[in-house]
């Protein structure tokens, strides 16, 4: 995945600045990994990036946890824009289903319930004893969150886990649909993040006629998206820019599809914080 930016800002670093990045990721997935001991993660990355100059490699990074952050990030920020905005904020108390315990699941678990009013969370995993374990850890990391009286549950069905969730995440690798619409509730968002056979294996197709669907980049979707028969109404940041209006529709589905730029940039930004603390 290759990524090349133009004249943007790291306010963090020095707001006068403008940075120029190019980047490269490599992402390898190794789904045997987890059966290693010690489990060794399925989805390894690496960034490079290089001098806009010269084209001479700049540095490399580890770029595994980055990834992890870095796509729960744009699902936090989906469901801001995508959910959270078009809800009722007085009675913001919201369900969260996890459907997939794995690295992305415990992410987005742990991301979600710091960031938003998350009453209950509902965990789903094929394998049960990691969406137990999950459970274990997220109990530990209560006082961290917005709401200190999270309520957790692990389901045996996807069905029973998404019954009364308003956001839905699906992290696994399931080649084929395990999210129907008819296990869902109205007023639902779907962060929709594993890759199977495809982008969207996971979620039903009659699950994606019904929603709206955003993605985080259209030249992703035009690439990446191909079998995907159903509309997209726009980027999340069409909706952040006022491009696009907030949703209004009672099922929203954020299409994550992964975004080298996003990747490079926090790689742009751990090298300058490296190189400004080195002084
Ligand atoms: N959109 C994006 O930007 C990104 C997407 N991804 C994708 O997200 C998914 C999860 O990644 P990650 O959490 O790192 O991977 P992990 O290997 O850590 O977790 C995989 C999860 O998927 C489950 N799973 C695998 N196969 C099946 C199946 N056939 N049916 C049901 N569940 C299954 C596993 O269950 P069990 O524990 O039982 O094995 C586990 O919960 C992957 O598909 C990955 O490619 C990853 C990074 C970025
Ligand atoms: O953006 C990424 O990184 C990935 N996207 C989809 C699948 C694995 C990694």
């Avoid at 943007?8 to 120029?20: R, V």
């Avoid at 690439?223 to 006022?242: D, Q």
Wanted: hydrophobic content about 40%; some cysteine; overall charge negative.
């Amino acid at each position: 995945m290759l990524a090349v930016l133009n004249n943007y800002k790291l306010s963090s670093i020095d707001e006068h600045k403008t940075f120029h990045t190019i980047g490269q990721k490599l992402v390898t997935y190794f789904q045997d990994n987890v059966n290693l001991q010690p489990p060794v993660p399925t989805t390894l990355a690496t960034i490079c990036l290089f001098d806009n100059v010269t084209g001479k490699l700049r540095s490399i990074i580890e770029g595994t946890e980055i990834t992890s952050w870095r796509t729960a990030a744009s699902s936090l920020v989906a469901t801001k824009y995508l959910y959270f905005n078009r809800i009722d904020k007085t009675t913001a108390d919201s369900v969260l289903a996890i459907i997939g315990c794995g690295v992305q699941g415990r992410i987005h678990a742990i991301g979600m319930c710091s960031t938003f009013n998350i009453s209950t969370i509902n965990l789903w995993n094929r394998t049960n004893s990691k969406a137990e374990s999950l459970a274990v850890e997220l109990e530990n990391m209560k006082a961290t969150f917005q709401n200190k009286n999270l309520k957790i549950y692990v389901h045996n069905s996807v069905g029973e886990c998404v019954a009364e969730s308003d956001i839905i995440v699906t992290a696994t690798g399931n080649r084929t649909p395990l999210l129907f619409g008819h296990m869902l509730k109205t007023n639902v968002h779907i962060n929709a993040v594993g890759y199977g056979q495809t982008h969207h294996s996971e979620v039903d197709g009659g699950v994606y006629e019904n929603g709206k669907i955003y993605v985080d980049s259209w030249t992703g979707a035009e690439a990446e998206l191909k079998t995907l028969n159903y509309p997209i109404e726009g980027e999340v940041g069409e909706v952040i820019n006022g491009v696009k209006e907030t949703p209004t529709q009672a099922l929203t589905i954020f299409q994550s599809l992964g975004m080298a730029v996003e990747d490079a940039v926090v790689g742009q930004l751990i090298v300058e914080l490296y190189e400004k603390n080195k002084k």
